[in-house]
């Protein structure tokens, strides 16, 4: 598909004229060429991101995209960011927004001791979710083990342990207008679901946690940069530039209800001093065999497209990603925490 670009927007006085032209494809390596305007690249990544929600469209999956420029604080493309879906394992983020929350105000330490019983142990990904697992742990090991790991016993401790239970937590997040569709399901006193939430939440919560890098921001961003789950959608369309360092979190959840994909992240590029939000969130039909990869093949298109617009170019030399690590296993069916 070719575009015709507005002639206050096709040149760049800064490159060579024979670079810059009136009408310019719209393949994906126009995303990262630095010889045409950010406005035409911002239309060939609406564009491209267009073609993969028709993709899931025709799969029945339910998607919603909100990406952000957090520089200018623009929004570069936007779908159905309101919509509700279960979130699965992002609910974490505002979780760990309100720990971050009360680590500031002084009512949490990072260097407290959390302890808990074999009955709060849920099987996952986490260090302390495997058997035989320490039963106590400082704050700090606990909130890495979320971020990084995705740990589901280290969310229920938080949740039970240090911020009082999901009411509590749904009365904090109730107070805070951005996080309207935001909310966990108790079941009981102690027990409860991850809840449901939307790409605009999401996203909110992500930049919120790393708005001020003081000590406790930085330790978060940590965990979360180098989080184990490589081989699905952004991270897994990372080129291997040293200037791109991805902050995100991902929910990966099989169930009857819908098999959710989600991705909430922030790209840095170090180089040009540029970052970019982006909240990536997909419902697919259980019984489908073709939704669910479908669901995952978009997340990892749009998560390239996203990268290659923040300047993550790619380079013939280096294997893919994705190919290099091990495949993280998706949890089957919502966890009662």
Do not use: C
């Amino acid at each position: 598909m070719n575009t015709n670009i507005p002639p206050q927007f096709a040149l760049s006085s800064t490159k060579p004229l024979e670079a810059q032209v009136e009408h310019l494809s719209m393949d994906e390596s126009a995303l990262y060429r630095r010889d045409i305007s950010d406005y035409f690249r911002g239309q060939v990544l609406r564009y491209r991101i267009e073609q993969a929600i028709k993709s899931n469209d025709a799969e029945q999956i339910v998607t919603g995209v909100d990406i952000i420029d957090l520089k200018t604080d623009r929004t570069l493309v936007t779908h159905n960011q309101d919509t509700e879906h279960f979130a699965a394992s992002i609910n974490k983020l505002p979780v760990s927004l309100l720990v971050l929350k009360d680590l500031r105000a002084g009512t949490l330490d990072l260097d407290q001791v959390m302890t808990w019983q074999p009955s709060d142990v849920r099987a996952g990904s986490g260090v302390y979710d495997q058997p035989g697992a320490p039963l106590q742990a400082t704050l700090r090991e606990v909130i890495f083990d979320l971020l990084n790991r995705s740990g589901n016993t280290a969310v229920r401790i938080l949740v039970n342990g240090a911020l009082g239970g999901a009411a509590a937590i749904n009365a904090r997040w109730a107070e805070i207008p951005q996080l309207s569709h935001t909310y966990l399901q108790p079941v009981d006193s102690n027990r409860f679901f991850l809840g449901n939430s939307t790409p605009h939440d999401s996203l909110w919560a992500m930049q919120k946690l790393m708005a001020r890098q003081d000590r406790y921001a930085r330790f978060m961003k940590d965990a979360l940069a180098t989080n184990i789950f490589t081989d699905i959608s952004v991270r897994s369309q990372l080129a291997g530039n040293d200037y791109i360092v991805l902050v995100n979190k991902v929910g990966l959840l099989d169930d009857v209800d819908g098999n959710d994909r989600h991705d909430v992240g922030i790209i840095y590029n170090t180089r040009s001093h540029k970052s970019y939000g982006y909240s990536l969130m997909t419902t697919s039909p259980f019984d489908s065999p073709t939704a669910t990869p479908q669901a995952e093949q978009s997340l990892k298109d749009i998560g390239r497209y996203t990268l290659q617009f923040a300047g993550d170019r790619p380079s013939p030399s280096m294997a893919p990603y994705a190919q290099t690590r091990a495949q993280q296993p998706v949890e089957t069916g919502k966890v009662l925490y």
